[in-house]
DNA sequence: CTATATTCCTATCTGGATAGTAGGAATATA
DNA sequence: TATATTCCTACTATCCAGATAGGAATATAG
């Protein structure tokens, strides 16, 4: 029950690779290399974290990923939110009436409470917490 | 992302008919009927939450469910293990080294913690304060 | 003792999401 | 021109949640 995506971890991971290399730079090769991830399967992975703005690119010979901020300015909740969306326990949860039950939902209160529960613990864990361990 | 299984939707549906209904007694197809969930999946779920102790059965003519506790002394926490197991974000959750990466494994503290928040939250809301909105 | 209504058990099917693969286009360097 | 990279699109495979089916066990009523 709330097993965490592969592609959740493998960002997280590869950030955190990246994160602890001297220049902070990499290629996608290098960090599926490292972190033993399917390289195909990484570099999907990266251009969302490059979409986010949580790292940056350069394409071409000599190109590769680095590190748009400091690690301690990116929370978990900016990587899971970028590879894998929002979080999103029920379907109704942020519009009220979405599900079958329409307006007689007693438990989407719960379910909300649960999101913002889960998103408070991930906005305050840093890249540089969880790669430090 | 972290998305709540169907079938514990289904039983919090059922546990809070039940937990609201005169008598606090029903049937499975009853339940079934009254929150639109699959009468035959539903007696797979009554059963697991009958073994788990927070409800009682009877079987034969006459035979059905009913609580086998007060709705405040119910926890989401106790429903949801009893359907869907413990909560485990990652498969190393509860056993170091467990995971490809052995020992060298930093995010796992993080993902423990995640388990714990989430395991706190689940504890501290009762049936009674869900079924009441 | 038979008919009926229920829980309980086991096995099976199925659709959709997740994980992973493939091929190449765009781009940059030397 | 050759090479190394990111980026894009499409496809395939695998797995599991969700659901279904059939019937065994059990209790009640007449």
Redesign the interface.
Known sequence: ?????AR??YA??AM?CLATRQDRSATSAELAQAE?IPPKYLEGIMSNLTARGLIESERGKNGGYRMAKDPAAIT?LEI??AV???????TCVDAAGAC?LGGN???????V??KQ??DA??AE?TLK?????
Chains 1, 2 share one sequence.
């Open positions: 029950m709330f097993s965490v995506s959740t971890q997280i991971r955190s033993s978990m899971v939110e894998d969306g929002k979080i999103k326990p029920v079958a939902c007693h438990p989407r209160k719960f379910w409470g649960l529960t889960i613990y991930l864990s917490d969880v790669s430090e361990g």
